[in-house]
């Protein structure tokens, strides 16, 4: 298995808090990502990145923020968690991005009351 | 990038097997056929993917129609641990990630 941690992996937070997750990698891979999982709805993508400090919006980026200042760590953070933010949260790592596979994480699971 | 079809759900038999269809009519040349499937609980999981040509792997093959509007990934003896959401993904060029649809949901019965 590709070596990604994700953590927290549960966490339960208030409206308007601030809150950051973080994907941990130990590949050496180029680009990650970050997806949201919802009931009926499949992953979509929230940021990704290509490189340290090389980071774009993807499909679903309102309120969310992404940092990446070494290869291995990938932050995504809500500057003030709202309720439709509850999600399941899934890191993915790449080699070389347009051809290849990506690799999950396992995922944290966000609720925000 | 182009959207795929696919069953909301289909039923096999352990020990068999099983043939998962999707579509893709509006494919451009560039797109590259993916598939990853996601078990309960967890995150998603490549498969196997391929442009023009066949290909197999240790898990799964995958056979693309000549004029790749279609694709079919085999499956080629179900076992308990194969149930879950099988998506199949159309990737453009670019590290812009992977758009998922609602994919199948496999159910093997022992």
């Known amino acids: 298995d590709a070596g990604i941690t994700q953590s927290p992996r549960h966490k339960v937070t208030e409206t308007g808090t601030p809150v950051t997750l973080r994907c941990h990698q130990t590949?050496?891979?180029?680009?990650m990502y970050w997806y949201r999982q919802d009931p009926g709805h499949g992953l979509r993508l929230i940021h990704y990145?290509?490189?340290?400090?090389?980071?774009d919006k993807g499909e679903v980026s309102d309120g969310y923020s992404v940092s990446r200042s070494k290869t291995e760590d990938f932050l995504l953070t809500l500057e003030s968690a709202t309720s439709s933010q509850t999600s399941v949260y899934f890191c993915?790592?790449?080699?070389?991005?347009?051809?290849?596979?990506?690799?999950f994480g396992p995922g944290t699971r966000l609720t925000v009351l | 990038d182009a959207k795929t079809t696919q069953p909301n759900s289909m039923e096999s038999n352990e020990e068999e097997p099983v043939h998962l269809p999707c579509n893709h009519s509006?494919?451009?040349?560039?797109?590259?056929i993916h598939w990853y499937r996601q078990l309960p609980s967890q995150g998603p999981e490549y498969v196997i993917h391929?442009?023009?040509s066949n290909v197999n792997n240790r898990m799964a093959s995958l056979a693309i129609a000549e004029d790749r509007k279609s694709s079919t990934l085999i499956l080629h003896r179900a076992t308990l641990r194969d149930a879950a959401v099988y998506y199949c993904?159309?990737?453009?060029?670019?590290?812009?990630?992977?758009?998922f649809g609602k994919g199948t949901h496999l159910i093997i019965q022992p």
């Open positions: 993915a790592i790449s080699d070389r991005g347009r051809y290849n596979e990506q690799f």
């Open positions: 391929g442009l023009t």
């Open positions: 590949e050496n891979h180029r680009y």
């Open positions: 993904i159309l990737k453009r060029g670019g590290a812009d990630g992977l758009t």
């Open positions: 509006t494919i451009s040349g560039t797109d590259y």
């Open positions: 990145s290509y490189g340290v400090k090389d980071t």
